[in-house]
C-alpha cells in the first residue's frame, strides 16, 4: 500500500512539472507570436555584418516554416554582398535590454543540455598560458567549468546577463568586467548578437594586444534556424569580412562531429589584427 501511495504521488509530482512546463511554453510561444506580428514593414534592412542595404523580399527571404516552440514562419535575409543571412527583423529590432528581457522570458521555459566539455574544448583551442587572463563571453550555466578552471589555477571570468547571479566571478553586467583579457571563447553565442561589428569591436577594446579569441558554434552552416533567437548566420565571406572590419584576422577553423548535427559545432579562432601583424 505504500508503495502504490509513493508511486502515485510520483506520478501526480511528474503531471503537475509536465503541466507546469507546457504552461511555460505556452507563455513563450504567445510572446514571440506577439513580438513576430510586431515586425515593422520596410523596404530594406543594412546587412549586420557589412552594412549593405539588403532588399526586404521574396528574393533575398530565407524562410523556416516553424520555429520552435511552434513560432513561425520566420523570415531572414540573405547579403549578396558577404552572404550573412540575418532576422527576424523583429528581433533585431530589439533594444539591448528588450532582448534580455526575451531571454529571460525564455530561460523561463527551455535549457541547453550540458556544455562543459563542449566550453572547455573551444577554449583548448586557444592554447591558453599560464598566466592569462580568460573570459568565457556569455558563459551561461557555467558553475561547474568555471570552479574546474579556477582549480586548475587559471585566472578566468564569465560573463552571462540573462542568468541569476551564480558566482563571483561570473558578471551580470558588462561594468562588472575588469580588462584587458588575453582570451575571450564563446559556445554558441555569435549567432545571437544584434549587432556583430559592435560586439566584436567591443571584444577587441577588452583585448590585450596580444589578445585572441575563440568563437564556436554550428551556425557557421545552416543549422538550428529554427530558433528565432538566432539573430544572423555566419555564413561564406561573412566571417571573414566581420573579422576585418574589426580589427581581427581570422587565424584557424576546427569542425567536430561534422555529420552529427547534435553535436556539430566548429571553432574559428580570431587574432587581433596588430597582434598578427607582428
Aim: proline share 5%; glycine share 8%; with cysteine.
Amino acid at each position: 500500500m505504500a508503495l502504490d501511495r509513493f508511486r502515485r504521488m510520483v506520478q501526480e509530482l511528474t503531471s503537475f512539472r509536465a503541466n507546469q512546463r507546457f504552461a511555460r511554453e505556452q507563455f513563450v510561444r504567445l510572446s514571440l507570436r506577439q513580438l513576430l506580428l510586431s515586425t515593422r514593414d520596410r523596404s530594406e534592412h543594412p546587412c549586420p555584418v557589412c552594412e549593405t542595404r539588403v532588399p526586404i523580399n521574396n528574393g533575398t527571404a530565407v524562410t523556416t516554416e516553424q520555429g520552435m516552440f511552434g513560432v513561425g514562419p520566420l523570415v531572414r535575409y540573405r547579403c549578396a554582398n558577404c552572404d550573412a543571412v540575418f532576422g527576424p527583423l523583429a528581433l533585431l529590432d530589439l533594444s539591448e535590454a528588450g532582448l534580455i528581457e526575451e531571454y529571460k522570458l525564455l530561460y523561463r521555459a527551455y535549457r541547453e543540455g550540458a556544455t562543459t566539455g563542449i566550453q572547455a574544448s573551444v577554449l583548448e583551442q586557444t592554447e591558453p598560458r599560464s598566466g592569462e587572463r580568460i573570459l568565457n563571453f556569455g558563459c551561461g550555466t557555467w558553475k561547474k567549468g568555471l570552479a574546474r578552471l579556477l582549480a586548475s589555477g587559471a585566472d578566468v571570468w564569465g560573463y552571462e546577463p540573462s542568468l541569476p547571479k551564480q558566482h563571483d566571478r561570473i558578471a551580470q553586467h558588462l561594468s562588472e568586467l575588469r580588462g584587458p583579457f588575453d582570451v575571450v571563447f564563446s559556445h554558441n553565442l555569435i549567432e545571437h548578437l544584434q549587432d556583430p561589428v559592435a560586439q566584436f569591436t567591443a571584444w577587441r577594446q577588452m583585448l590585450s594586444p596580444n589578445g585572441r579569441m575563440a568563437h564556436a558554434t554550428a551556425c557557421y552552416e545552416w543549422l538550428y534556424d529554427e530558433s528565432p533567437f538566432h539573430l544572423w548566420f555566419p555564413l561564406g565571406r561573412s566571417v571573414e569580412v566581420l573579422a576585418s572590419r574589426t580589427g581581427f584576422r581570422v587565424t584557424g577553423r576546427r569542425a567536430f562531429n561534422r555529420g552529427d548535427k547534435a553535436n556539430f559545432y566548429e571553432v574559428v579562432l580570431f587574432q587581433r589584427q596588430d597582434a598578427a601583424d607582428r
